[in-house]
């Protein structure tokens, strides 16, 4: 559910732009370690928060407020940064890859608890749902 469309593909290709910018074109090495980086920062979000553990009964969307996603535009520098002093270029794509995923993930699960704490509890699927209504927030 984390991986919403509104910009975990915005946020992994600017960080790859970013670092192929700074560092030049990686090679196939360079970017096989960017892709394998993005995958494991990725899983490794999913284990630590237990993701993969909750079963779901129907889709989920990401609707109102929670659609104002600029997360890409903070994620972007976060990531390169993270990686722009490291000297070894592979290292440098595989930690840009994992910052890229890490601070995406975590910073959208944080935005939508924001949006979510701002809710009265309406009953035992209340915690579940993600959708918030523009007049909810009045």
């Known amino acids: ?28 090495t360079g970017i096989w370690l960017f892709v394998v980086g993005t995958g494991a920062g990725f ?19 990401i609707t109102g407020l929670a659609l104002a996603n600029l997360l890409p ?7 390169g940064c993270a990686s722009w002093w490291i000297g070894n270029k592979p290292a440098s794509f595989l930690t840009a890859g994992a910052a890229a995923s890490v601070l995406y993930l975590t910073g959208l699960a944080a935005f ?7 809710r009265d509890a309406r009953g035992p699927d209340a915690a579940a749902d993600t959708r918030l209504q523009l007049s909810e927030e009045r």
């Open 1 to 28: 559910m984390l991986a919403v469309p509104q910009g975990f593909a915005l946020s992994v290709t600017g960080v790859f732009a970013i670092t192929a910018g700074h560092r030049g074109f990686p090679g196939p």
């Open 43 to 61: 899983c490794g979000v999913v284990l630590a928060s237990g993701a993969h553990k909750e079963p779901s009964n129907r889709p989920v969307s």
């Open 73 to 79: 535009a903070a994620v972007v520098p976060a990531a």
């Open 112 to 118: 939508l608890v924001t949006l979510h704490s701002r």
